[in-house]
């Protein structure tokens, strides 16, 4: 199983970003999906997830620190999963992970066995 996250930065505050996660390896059409952060000296955080459904028919959930300016969305014909960031600010300064799991989405980490590499975002002010 691979995941490949891209599309991190350096960005100012306000500005917007988005990720991208390329999964191998696995049947990416019954996966669920998340993005996770870590910023140095604090734990991982949840972000966002989406069920296996394509497009607007995967449920969606975000922490509520994102909610209104993250969205995070999957086509199943490309294995390819995006979390787009707009209004991003300075306290979002973090390596973002991509994680997948068999089933229903999780908010808890370690509910997901499979990860990417990391992509680093860094929102100057």
């Known amino acids: 199983v691979q995941l490949q996250a891209s599309g991190g930065g350096l960005v100012q505050a306000g500005g917007s970003l988005r990720l991208s996660c390329v999964v191998s390896g696995l049947t990416f059409s019954t996966t669920a999906m998340g993005w996770f952060r870590q910023a140095p000296g604090k734990e991982r955080e949840f972000v966002a997830t989406i069920n296996w459904r394509n497009w607007s028919g995967g449920a969606t959930f975000y922490a509520d620190s994102v909610k209104g300016r993250f969205s995070i969305s999957r086509n199943n014909a490309k294995n390819t999963v995006w979390l787009q960031m707009n209004s991003l600010k300075p306290e979002d300064t973090a390596v973002y992970y991509c994680?997948?799991?068999?089933?229903?989405?999780?908010?808890?980490?370690?509910?997901?066995?499979?990860w990417g590499q990391g992509t680093q975002v860094t929102v100057s002010s």
């Open positions: 994680a997948a799991r068999q089933g229903i989405p999780s908010r808890d980490y370690l509910d997901y066995p499979d």
